[in-house]
């Protein structure tokens, strides 16, 4: 049986799940959204016909995203959701697929069972973890076993994950809470506050895919027409909002951003600092599609910035990819004892020092 056995890669994202099966590539990519029934609590949509339902469902349905700043917000539903795209990767089979999943570099002990739990209860025999700056640097065609550094910025729906890579591991690293979806809210925000009119996340997620822009003084000043609630008297209204305000809306989220790259620059040993200046960093994500923020960045920290060929499935390639190593990863098996979590616990705890 071990022979039929499907092994497959997921990116449980905040703002999408990306499913790759070893040998097909990458064959699921969408949305990480569950529209639930309140009464009965079963699971009525899951992913892109979730989406459409976001802000749009009667009062007994609900549409939320499980996933919040990169680790699970709600686990029953995280776990349907995942039920639900590993059926739909491996079709109709009696045997249960090991699976891979990336998280934040940053994850917690809690925050890893909680995915394992979720997992295994979603129908995955064994369940292995990565960190997403490495599945993204090897998703990337970056050689990790290198002795030489390498700089990786990962900016997601929920996180953004900055870490400098050297012989197969994470010597210094971040991950904030800042990332797509913040810059979504910030969107939203600015506008609520200029204009005195409401936007659901859907119509602020296009107004930065269409006209976002991280370098204000590069701007065409294009003009983009916005749907939405007057907040004074209740009524539809339109606007018309320009690159210039999207930028000022996008400045505090992107600068925290940067800060991160900044620190991450500033705790690296001098060593890889030098190879860092020789080699650039490598931006991963699709918050990364933003333009002009790999500029930005170069210009805060002084060396070159390159965006990932790929950069939204750099992760889940990546986390794919390690399928070839998939026994040398942290997995839930039962058959690990007291011993071995304590030594994962001390490897973490020297690797932060």
């Not at 799940?17 to 079963?42: C, H, I, Q, W």
């Not at 991450?264 to 699709?286: I, N, S, W, Y």
């Not at 004892?337 to 030594?343: G, I, L, N």
Request: glycine residues 10%; positive net charge.
């Amino acid at each position: 049986m071990p022979y039929f056995r499907k092994n497959l890669a997921i990116d449980l994202g905040t703002a999408s799940v990306l499913v790759y099966v070893r040998g097909k590539g990458v064959v699921l990519n969408e949305p990480s959204v569950v529209a639930m029934d309140t009464f009965s609590k079963n699971i009525l949509a899951v992913g892109s016909q979730a989406k459409k339902m976001l802000g749009r469902t009667p009062g007994n349905i609900v549409a939320t995203r499980p996933m919040k700043d990169g680790v699970i917000a709600n686990f029953n539903a995280t776990e349907k959701m995942l039920k639900y795209f590993i059926q739909k990767a491996t079709g109709r089979t009696m045997v249960r697929p090991n699976v891979i999943i990336c998280v934040p570099s940053q994850i917690t002990q809690v925050q890893k069972r909680a995915v394992l739990q979720a997992s295994r209860n979603a129908g995955a025999n064994k369940t292995y973890l990565i960190e997403e700056p490495l599945a993204a640097a090897i998703g990337s065609g970056v050689d990790i076993a290198d002795p030489g550094g390498n700089m990786i910025i990962d900016i997601g729906g929920g996180t953004t994950d900055v870490a400098v890579i050297a012989l197969g591991g994470i010597v210094i690293n971040r991950s904030i809470k800042v990332a797509g979806d913040e810059c979504d809210e910030a969107i939203a925000d600015y506008i609520r506050k200029k204009f005195n009119m409401l936007i659901g996340e859907r119509t602020a997620e296009d107004i930065k895919i269409n006209i976002g822009n991280a370098m204000p003084n590069e701007l065409d000043d294009k003009l983009y027409e916005v749907r939405g609630r007057n907040l004074i008297n209740g009524l539809p209204m339109h606007v018309f909002v320009t690159s210039t305000d999207i930028s000022e809306a996008l400045e505090k989220p992107l600068d925290n951003i940067v800060d991160a790259v900044h620190y991450v620059l500033d705790k690296t040993p001098p060593e890889l600092a030098a190879d860092l200046f020789e080699r650039g960093a490598l931006m991963t994500g699709g918050g990364s599609l933003i333009p002009g923020l790999d500029r930005r960045i170069e210009d805060r920290i002084g060396i070159s910035v390159r965006l990932a060929d790929g950069p939204v499935s750099a992760v889940v390639k990546g986390t794919g990819k390690s399928l070839q190593w998939i026994n040398k990863l942290d997995s839930d098996d039962s058959s690990y004892s007291e011993a071995r979590r304590r030594a994962l616990e001390e490897r973490e705890r020297l690797r932060r020092r």
